[in-house]
């Protein structure tokens, strides 16, 4: 029934029928730890929180009916869904994870799970034949930023995992950036989806959480046994606010990317900015392929509401920063509010300075998480700042 329903219809219904007992419009948030049984071994079809919740199930159901797949399994963090997912490898596996990774993944790799026995090789995912050149007879999977944080480069999640399946390597995407919205990643052959739900899909700054998508059962199990054995789970309390946001997803990001989208049109030839990345540009290098990749669930191209900006010196940087109002310099992306951020410093610092001069994150890099305030007032605040 749910996948006959489109996106915005799904996100208000799915995993949101109202309560048996009182009618309730809004489920009950089920804050309990554990379970009154029948009898020994005979209960309800829930026993201990940990291993399931009533909550915590209707967000799975929500959200995988987004990404149109058949699992949804729900982390405490972004970073713990990752976490969960290579756990399901072994020592002596290798993964491809992109060059461009938000630096709290790169962190997780070399300095916690490579201790484990699990190798790494950061790539260019941008370009299939540096993909394809990194593969060993031990890969397992290839992890990958779309578009990537914060220089938004693209990778071709068709051509991706065209390669993976004629190597028999499963394909990550890390969807964070585009949210369900924006972007298909199970529908273009990806296996697993993932997302830090603190962003788009909480959308307000105010809980922390991941999740991981497939359609596979046999993988979905391995991580279902994950969730339940490590226990990073998000709270019913947190479950049910991701519940609540869902339902104005749609109406969110397509806002946000909206005014993003004219912000850089507007922003693009200004005196003070020496370089503006954005995918929706033509000036972007791979614009075309964002066209066909990055679209809402009416088809149509959807850009994001990121924006990096040059600005030449760290000086600038700074000036610019005493300057803004409306934007928060604070970390994260994808809330209601505007924030600005420099990836440098803030969400890349664990990179090894060599490693983000290779990738041309620089000191005067200015990561702009646009909202949904009045575009007028945004672009005044930053024309004022520059």
Not at 42 to 55: E, F, I, L
Not at 259 to 264: S, V
């Amino acid at each position: 029934m749910s996948k006959k329903l489109r996106f915005e219809t799904k996100a208000i219904h799915v995993g949101n029928k109202p309560d048996e007992e009182t009618g309730a419009v809004s489920p009950p948030i089920h804050v309990t730890s554990t379970y009154q049984q029948d009898a020994v071994g005979k209960d309800k079809g829930y026993d201990y929180s940990r291993a399931v919740n009533p909550t915590r199930q209707r967000y799975e159901e929500n959200i995988s009916s987004l990404e149109g797949g058949d699992y949804g399994i729900a982390f405490s963090s972004g970073m713990a869904a990752i976490t969960a997912l290579f756990q399901t490898l072994s020592q002596g596996d290798h993964v491809i994870v992109g060059r461009n990774v938000y630096g709290g993944t790169y962190r997780m790799c070399v300095e916690v799970l490579s201790r484990h026995g699990i190798e790494f090789d950061f790539v260019d995912t941008r370009f299939s034949d540096q993909i394809e050149s990194a593969i060993q007879s031990n890969t397992k999977w290839i992890f990958v930023e779309t578009p990537t944080n914060p220089l938004l480069e693209i990778c071709d999640i068709k051509s991706t995992s065209t390669l993976c399946k004629k190597n028999g390597i499963q394909l990550v995407v890390d969807n964070t950036f585009m949210s369900p919205y924006g972007q298909s990643p199970l529908a273009l052959g990806a296996n697993l989806v993932m997302h830090s739900a603190t962003k788009y899909i909480g959308g307000h700054s105010d809980l922390i959480g991941g999740i991981l998508i497939t359609n596979n059962s046999d993988l979905a199990d391995s991580l279902y046994f994950i969730q339940k054995s490590g226990g990073a789970i998000p709270s019913p309390f947190d479950c049910w606010l991701l519940l609540r946001s869902t339902k104005t997803l749609g109406l969110r990001v397509q806002k946000q990317s909206d005014n993003a989208l004219e912000l850089c049109h507007r922003l693009e030839s200004h005196h003070a900015i020496e370089s503006i990345i954005y995918p929706g540009l033509a000036s972007h290098p791979q614009f075309e392929l964002a066209k066909r990749q990055q679209l809402n669930p009416n088809g149509h191209p959807i850009f994001g509401s990121m924006i990096s900006i040059r600005l030449g010196s760290i000086e600038a940087r700074d000036q610019f920063l005493s300057k803004i109002n409306l934007f928060t310099l604070a970390e994260s992306l994808g809330g209601v509010e505007s924030l600005v951020c420099i990836p440098y410093d803030m969400t890349h610092g664990s990179v090894p300075v060599e490693m983000k001069d290779m990738m041309g994150l620089t000191e005067d890099l200015i990561r702009l998480s646009v909202g949904i305030e009045n575009l007028e007032d945004i672009y005044a605040d930053i024309s004022e700042a520059l």
